[in-house]
């Protein structure tokens, strides 16, 4: 079965789009013609330039409403949610007593050159997210926050060394695919050091999705809005899984 | 609108910030670091790189023995100037080469070394000050626009792109240009060299691109005939050093903490102390605004928690710059706009604190900077924050202040994001320009009380503070709930105590001519 949908304006099927962008020319009503014809080069019909104007020598900006005729399917769309365990604190700390019976190790890093600890920082800090505590609160779960810039190798030889169950890289910064870059480096050095298999591996930042994470070969990815509870459940649910079958 | 504080209770957080600060100073007296010393060599003319793109200021320094260093590595330059008749420039590239060391020159007697680096102390220090008389010429010939100042940042990683943006933006109502540092440079513990294109998250500071910059903004200036400002970050391991390039190069702010690199980017706390001591001297003398960090305080915890924090470290920054020579006119404190967006009567808590600083440092110009932890990519409402942001800083009558861009949460600023952001802040400023002068906060009202609950909170963190000594304070997790060790976090390996004959030229002249040098208003 398909179910296709368009966006909505304010009537079914009417494919409204909004879209804003500048180009690199003085204004004039050229530009505001250029600018129509290049978003009915995007595919887009019903092309109109509501705002044109200049905002700096050689810069213009534009605001147009367009429709587009393109549907998707949603029912063909594919984008698994690794937030399917809902637990509290208490129910996690519960099952890892009754599943693992030990506690869990977990370290984060902000890694590369990132400095923005603020995606580890509220997941992994006794203070939490949006009033969920954060994983050095759990019972059940023994935390190691590395803070910022930590090279993957660091992170790696730091895994080894404190047999660490679970890794959580965190990348804030996107500019030039640094993130994709960074997270890239330490798959290949935990695969490298014959790690890979043997930990829960996760990434989060405000970008990521978990579509993103498993293409680069990453258990889950976590993406903004994130609470602990969620991660904390996850790494769970998945050292429980790799218990059970023995790793 | 003027909110009713108790005067004796702000007296009383200045008298306990002058005790905080006091042993504080004692120590920075008695110490000094490789950031400094090499502050030193570059103020004196030296530059360029040696192998493997190591500054030559960084080859010498790190050429010294610990015995050496501990004199200050003025004298023994001086010596070598002495013997060889080289200048500064080629003796720092001589000793970069291997072709010679301090080490091997020990003849000249020490009156015979200060009298052979005197011209070239005397010629960096007039160069500063021309560069500062060329500032006050271009604001009195290329007037700003009043404050609130319009200040947006760059950060594509690549200068000429920066340059671009800049110029852009600048035209489109930015008064001031912030080019942000890649990511990391705080961590790096020397100046990287050259015109640079590559970054993450922002460009590298180095002289080269200060120099690239200037030249830019100095163009537009005088083409939109008002006077744009410049901005980087004198903070980090190479503060004092940043410091030196942007006096050489007329930059006219730093962005400059006493705590921030400790608490945020784990930084040794004696290293950033003694650093920032003479980054602020040279500031002083160089007319450069500084802008402090409080504004981290309250992107990494709670804003309405912190804002007592805030305050006492606006206190303790300001203690700190005045015993560094300092006036009020170049103390840009901080503070931010971050409270959570879903709380009840959150902006009447915003417009209390930025009111409470207004009032408390009447003559500095304080920053204020923009809300960021609570940006999403809901940038419509992004832009709605930012326009009460705007409200709430020309309503306050903030001096500096950094605008909002929808797309915080997103990516560094597109050219189009910052002419949408310096669009919301004009139209809001414009429109509610003589506000704050208009209305009379409620007596006993929420503002007000508000502001009384943050300054008495301040003065009992500050009694907090000077009963553990600040060094202990920071340990004990006191500011931002982070916990540093007095010897420990980066760059601690760097600092060094004075021997008797220690002896830095520029930090005599500085102290000396920074008493005397009254600046214009």
Redesign the interface.
């Not at chain 1, 910064?173 to 030039?176: A, E, M, R, S």
């Given at each position: 079965m398909s179910r296709p949908v368009k966006p909505y304006g304010d009537t079914m099927n009417d494919g409204k789009v909004q879209l804003?962008?500048?180009l690199p020319l003085d204004w004039s009503e050229a530009a505001d013609e250029a600018a129509r014809q290049l978003v009915a080069k995007m595919g887009f019909t019903d092309v109109q330039v509501v705002e044109g104007r200049p905002?700096?020598?050689?810069?213009s900006?534009f605001v147009v409403y367009a429709s587009t005729p393109q549907t998707i399917d949603v029912d063909a769309v594919k984008a698994p949610s690794v937030k399917t365990h809902a637990m509290s604190m208490e129910e996690i700390d519960a099952y890892v007593r009754e599943h693992l019976g030990r506690k869990i190790r977990i370290a984060g890093a902000c890694i590369g050159?990132?400095?923005?600890t603020?995606g580890i920082?509220a997941i992994l800090n006794m203070?939490g997210f949006k009033g969920n505590y954060g994983l050095e609160r759990y019972q059940m779960f023994e935390t190691f926050n590395l803070?910022s810039?930590v090279a993957a190798e660091d992170f790696v030889r730091f895994a080894k060394e404190h047999a660490v169950d679970a890794l959580l890289a965190s990348q804030v910064?996107?500019?030039?695919g640094?993130d994709i870059k960074n997270f890239t480096a330490l798959v290949e050095l935990l695969e490298a050091e014959g790690l890979r298999d043997r930990v829960v591996l996760i990434c989060g930042g405000?970008r990521v999705t978990n579509l993103m994470a498993s293409e680069l070969g990453y258990d889950a990815g976590f993406g903004?809005g994130t609470v602990p509870s969620e991660v904390a459940a996850f790494v769970a649910t998945s050292l429980a899984g790799m218990n059970a079958r023995g790793r | 609108m003027e909110l009713r504080i108790d005067r004796t209770l702000v007296e009383r957080c200045r008298a306990l910030a002058a005790a905080i600060t006091a042993p504080v100073s004692d120590f920075i007296a008695a110490h000094s670091t490789v950031a400094v010393e090499r502050s030193a060599l570059r103020l004196l003319g030296v530059d360029g790189v040696g192998t493997n793109e190591v500054p030559v200021p960084n080859l010498i320094i790190d050429s010294l023995t610990p015995e050496h260093r501990a004199h200050g590595v003025a004298l023994s330059f001086g010596r070598a100037l002495a013997e060889t008749g080289l200048d500064p420039l080629a003796l720092g590239e001589a000793i970069a080469a291997g072709t010679l060391t301090l080490s091997q020159f020990a003849q000249t007697p020490d009156e015979a070394a200060r009298g052979a680096l005197r011209p070239f102390v005397e010629a960096a220090l007039a160069r500063v000050r021309a560069h500062r008389a060329e500032r006050e010429q271009r604001l009195a010939e290329l007037p700003q626009l009043p404050p609130p100042l319009l200040y947006v940042i760059v950060a594509s990683g690549n200068i000429y792109e920066d340059r671009t943006a800049a110029v852009a933006a600048a035209e489109a109502g930015a008064q001031i240009i912030a080019v942000i540092r890649s990511t990391g440079q705080s961590l790096l513990d020397f100046v990287p060299y050259g015109p640079t294109t590559e970054g993450f998250g922002g460009t590298y500071a180095t002289q080269e691109n200060f120099r690239i910059m200037r030249s830019a903004l100095d163009e537009v200036s005088e083409r939109l005939g008002r006077y744009v400002m410049l901005t980087n970050y004198a903070s980090g391991l190479c503060m004092p050093e940043i410091a030196t390039m942007a006096a050489i190069e007329r930059l006219d702010m730093l962005l400059n903490d006493s705590m921030y690199g400790i608490l945020f980017r784990d930084i040794n706390m004696k290293r950033t102390f003694v650093d920032q001591h003479f980054s602020r001297m040279l500031n002083a003398y160089s007319g450069i605004i500084i802008n402090t960090g409080e504004d981290n305080y309250l992107t990494t915890a709670d804003a309405v928690e912190q804002a007592p924090a805030v305050l006492a470290s606006q206190f303790i920054n300001e203690e700190f710059a005045h015993s560094a020579g300092m006036p009020d006119r170049q103390i840009g404190l901080g503070d931010a706009y971050e409270i959570n967006p879903d709380l009840e009567d959150g902006f009447l808590y915003q417009v209390a604190q930025a009111q409470l600083a207004r009032q408390i440092f009447p003559n500095a110009p304080l920053k204020y900077m923009p809300p960021t932890k609570h940006m999403t990519g809901d940038i419509f409402k992004g832009h709605l924050i930012d326009a009460m942001f705007n409200l709430t800083s020309v309503m306050t009558h903030q001096t500096i202040h950094l605008c909002g861009m929808l797309t915080e949460a997103i990516h560094t600023p597109f050219l189009a994001d910052r002419a949408l952001a310096l669009e919301n802040a004009r139209y809001v400023m414009n429109t509610a320009r003589h506000f704050g002068d208009e209305i009379v906060a409620k007596p006993n009202g929420v503002i007000e009380r508000r502001a009384q609950a943050v300054l008495a909170d301040c003065s009992a963190l500050l009694e907090r503070v000077a009963d553990l000594g600040l060094m202990h304070a920071i340990e004990a997790a006191v500011f931002a709930d982070v916990s540093r060790a007095p010897d420990g976090g980066r760059g601690f390996d760097g600092v060094f105590a004075r021997a008797d004959d220690y002896w830095n030229p520029f930090e005599s002249a500085l102290r000396q001519q920074g008493d005397a040098y009254v600046p214009a208003r």
């Open positions: 804003s962008f500048a905002i700096a020598r050689g810069f900006t050159t990132d400095a923005h603020v920082d203070k803070g810039q910064v996107t500019q030039k640094s405000p903004r | -």
